[in-house]
């Protein structure tokens, strides 16, 4: 099961490069006025990236997390996030960032990712071990706390010469927090009672 997840993480990873490479610039990503009439743009957006280097480092990203949380992510787990997740991302950019009129970019799918793993990991691990994931948790919180703009402004940061959209962090942090704790329920309702 292990390979299989992973073979689909390095085969997501190859798509997002490839679709870089192949892919007219600006044909699948979120465009805010053609976010419902062009609806496959929800989805895509987040597969196709602003450069080679973007496309590269999210692809890595992914494959990474995939192997960070391999025993805590079902394979099945992995593919809703990376299917609902995009599409979450793009309404919340439709609805509370009016102002976010194009993006393309998995950093916020891979933050739903990380965060899901987290809260996961929290559910399956007890005692002492636990304060691990409780620090990734906490560790990844502060992170995208601290890079979110809390004022009227809407900042596109330049790392590594890849534009960040750090609202994107916050919103997949959220979705994937909800993943992560709907999956830990979805868990302990499997288990069978312990006498």
Request: aromatic share 10%.
């Amino acid at each position: 099961m292990r390979l299989a997840a992973t073979s689909g993480l390095y085969a997501v990873a190859v798509a997002v490069v490839a679709a870089e490479i192949f892919l007219p610039a600006g044909v699948l990503e979120y465009r805010r006025a053609l976010a419902f009439p062009e609806p496959w743009r929800l989805l895509t957006a987040h597969f196709v990236h602003l450069s080679f280097l973007h496309a590269c480092l999210n692809g890595v990203a992914l494959v990474l997390l995939g192997h960070l949380f391999a025993d805590r992510l079902r394979p099945r787990d992995m593919a809703g996030i990376l299917a609902v997740a995009p599409i979450l991302l793009s309404l919340a950019f439709w609805l509370a960032l009016p102002e976010l009129q194009w993006y393309r970019g998995l950093s916020g799918v891979l933050h739903a990712i990380y965060f899901a793993g987290c809260v996961a990991w929290i559910g399956q691990t007890a005692g002492r071990a636990r304060w691990l994931p409780i620090a990734a948790l906490v560790g990844g919180t502060a992170k995208v706390l601290v890079e979110q703009p809390w004022d009227a402004s809407f900042p596109v940061h330049e790392v590594l010469r890849v534009a960040v959209v750090p609202q994107a962090h916050l919103i997949g942090a959220v979705v994937g927090t909800a993943a992560g704790l709907v999956l830990r329920q979805r868990r302990q309702q499997e288990e069978p009672a312990q006498p």
